[in-house]
Structures are given as structure tokens and as C-alpha cells.
């Protein structure tokens, strides 16, 4: 960023708008500032260019779509954000561009699993796969991002052994191509440890956990949203192995970082969310019922209240909900939660199970056998 801020006045004054070095100037610099999470600074500079970025039929102008997809996207403009990208793969392909194509389709991937529209992240992401392997090109960092991407679309239909293997190319690659703590290695290994944790594997999860957040606070720092989603994988494993206070502890450090930076990002609502079902275990229904109003305000604020993520946290609230005996309550939260997943058509299969659960539990609470039994049997 700051050679470019020494290039910039000398591009102005050789070249225009009608000038490549001007147009990859301004799409580089989006893409750096994606990288850093500045997401709003990417849509001032891209939005007005937009137009005419979407005319061009070169990979500058598909990557500065991608760059600006992707923060619309981060930035609670989700249905814009996959527009856009799923604009520079169509692009891409009719250019006959098969590699920035490829780029394109790994982002598209990882988008439509960011948003949880599953289903349809998955077929994207084994159709980039298919368009790689095809190529015949050696693996790459991005083909981790890749593999990462079938690992989070085939855990949320529930395939997990496919999941497992996915995850496990990525670590193992990860490993091969990088000597020093490394953005897509820190994710990777973190998200592995969130996998195992799911499923229970607590022991195997644990150094996972460590490791990732150590990567993710050396690649970017305490307060980056990605150091803060490695804190809620220790917080879960915590929560997990019954260690409450601790588990309130780590979720409490990212809350209150989300707090002092003004984060606007979708991890904030989320360990408000998480800390709340923690204090609800712990009987602390208080604190639990103030977290869950305010993760529920602020995913409402960030992207209304008809997506998944508005949903996760619904979900957050049905289980406390159920907790404290409210299970009316609780079961027309359920609903409202699994109306939501319908309408994305390919929700994450255990989450549905989840919401199914705490559904049956409450009618079964409520003498409502009749109901519960079926449900449960299913």
C-alpha cells in the first residue's frame, strides 16, 4: 500500500481513465485493502468504477468485481456480494480465461459457504475442483482455500468422512507450502479444530485449537475477526469439556474486543450469542437472556433477519429458551429458525438436526408425546 501511494500521483499524471496502468493500479489496491479486512474503504473506491468494471473482459476488471464482491459481501450486502462474484466466474468463462476463472469460482465457493447457502456453495466448489484437476496445474495456496470449501459444504450435508479427508489435504498442504505462520494455514487449522469439535473429538481437537489461534494472532493480531473466531473455537472446546467459566472467559475477550474496535462483523453477534447458551448452562439466565437480546440487535442490524446467520442466532435462542422451561417459546423460535434454512434451500444438516431437537424436547416438555415422538424417530 504504500508503493502504491508512491505510484499514485505519477499514474495521474501519465496516464487516464482510458489507461490500463490506471485501472490495475486502483484493483490492486482494492485487493490489498479486501486482504486487510477494509471493507468499506474497498466500496468507495470500486462502487463508482463499477460499471464500467463489469464491461471489461480481462482479469483486471474481474478481479476488482472480486475485490468488490467481497467486501459488499463482508459488509452485510449479501446478496449483492454473491451477485457480484458470481458474475466475474461467468466472465471469466466467456473471456476463455480458465485460471482467473478458477480464482473466481474458488471465491464464489467460499462466499456461498460464508453466507450458508451450503448446497450451493458445495456444487461450486466440486465444480472448481473438476475445472482444476482438468487443467492439469500443481497444487497452489488457493487450491487449499478449495479444499477447505468441500470440507464446509460437505460437513454441512452431513458427509463426513468427505469432510475429514478435505480438511486434512488442506492441513497437509498448507504444511508443504508455507515455512512461517501463514493467513490460509491459520484458518485451515483453526477450522479443523471447530470440525472435531462438532464431533465431539475433544482430545484431538484441543492442539488444533491452540495452534490456530496462535497462527491467527500471529498472522493478524489479537483484534482481527479471525483471531476472534479461533477464541470462540477454544471457548466451544472449553464449553464442550464442561469448563464453563473458562469458556465465559474467552467468549467475554472477543466480545469485548468486538466493543472497543466497533467491529462490524458477522463473529461480534456471534459470541454474544454463543456466551449467552455458556451462561445459560451455567444457570446464569440473567446474563444469558441480555447476551441473546443484544447478539440478536446486532445480527438484525447487520443483515435483517430472513438469512442463516439471523438464524444461527435464533438457534442460540431456542436452546436457552428450552434451558429456562419456556418451551412454547422455545418451539416457535425452532420454527421461525427452520422456516429460514427453507428459504436458503441447503441449511448445515446438523444445525437443522439441532433445531429439530430442541423443537421435539419442548413438546415433549409439554406433554405433547404425540408431537415429539415422530420428531425425535426422524
Avoid at 253 to 258: F, K, Q
Wanted: with cysteine; glycine share 8%.
Amino acid at each position: 500500500l504504500a508503493l502504491l501511494d508512491h505510484s499514485d500521483p505519477i499514474i495521474a499524471r501519465l496516464y487516464g481513465q482510458d489507461d490500463t496502468p490506471w485501472w490495475d493500479a486502483r484493483v490492486l489496491r482494492a485487493t490489498l485493502l479486501e486482504d486487510e479486512t477494509h471493507d468499506e474503504a474497498v466500496i468507495r473506491l470500486l462502487q463508482p468504477l463499477r460499471a464500467t468494471l463489469l464491461t471489461r473482459q480481462d482479469p483486471i476488471g474481474i478481479a476488482g468485481i472480486r475485490a468488490l464482491g467481497q467486501a459488499m459481501l463482508h459488509s452485510g450486502h449479501t446478496g449483492d456480494g454473491l451477485a457480484l462474484l458470481d458474475r466475474a466466474r461467468v466472465i471469466a468463462a466467456q473471456a476463455k480465461l480458465p485460471q482467473v476463472q478458477l480464482l473466481a469460482a474458488i471465491d464464489e465457493a467460499a462466499a456461498l459457504l460464508d453466507a450458508e447457502h451450503f448446497r450451493a456453495g458445495l456444487a461450486r466448489a466440486d465444480a472448481a475442483l473438476a475445472l482444476w484437476q482438468s487443467s492439469g496445474a500443481r497444487p497452489n495456496p488457493r487450491i487449499l482455500e478449495l479444499y477447505v470449501s468441500i470440507a464446509l459444504g460437505a460437513e454441512a450435508a452431513g458427509e463426513i468422512p468427505r469432510a475429514e479427508n478435505a480438511y486434512r489435504q488442506a492441513i497437509t498442504l498448507g504444511d508443504r507450502f508455507f515455512d512461517k505462520p501463514n493467513p490460509d494455514q491459520a484458518w485451515n487449522v483453526g477450522i479443523y479444530a471447530t470440525f472435531l469439535i462438532a464431533q465431539g473429538r475433544l482430545a484431538e481437537a484441543e492442539p488444533y485449537a491452540k495452534r490456530g489461534l496462535a497462527l491467527r494472532r500471529a498472522v493478524f493480531g489479537d483484534s482481527d475477526p479471525r483471531t476472534l473466531y479461533a477464541m470462540a473455537g477454544m471457548a466451544k472446546l472449553r464449553y464442550g469439556q464442561g469448563r464453563y467459566k473458562e469458556a465465559i472467559d474467552w467468549y467475554t475477550e472477543g466480545v469485548d474486543a468486538c466493543a472497543r474496535l466497533a467491529l462490524k462483523e458477522l463473529v461480534c453477534p456471534r459470541l454474544l450469542s454463543l456466551r449467552g447458551v455458556v451462561y445459560g448452562a451455567a444457570g446464569q439466565f440473567a446474563e444469558a437472556d441480555k447476551d441473546l437480546a443484544a447478539a440478536l440487535a446486532a445480527q438484525r442490524a447487520f443483515g435483517g433477519e430472513n438469512n442463516p446467520n439471523y438464524a444461527y442466532v435464533l438457534e442460540r435462542l431456542a436452546d436457552l429458551q428450552l434451558r429456562e422451561h419456556r418451551y412454547a417459546a422455545a418451539i416457535t423460535t425452532s420454527e421461525r429458525v427452520l422456516a429460514i434454512y427453507r428459504t436458503v434451500k441447503g441449511g448445515m444438516i446438523q444445525r437443522e438436526l439441532g433445531t429439530r431437537l430442541i423443537r421435539a424436547q419442548a413438546l415433549f416438555a409439554l406433554g405433547r408425546s404425540d408431537e415429539a415422538l415422530p420428531e425425535l424417530l426422524a
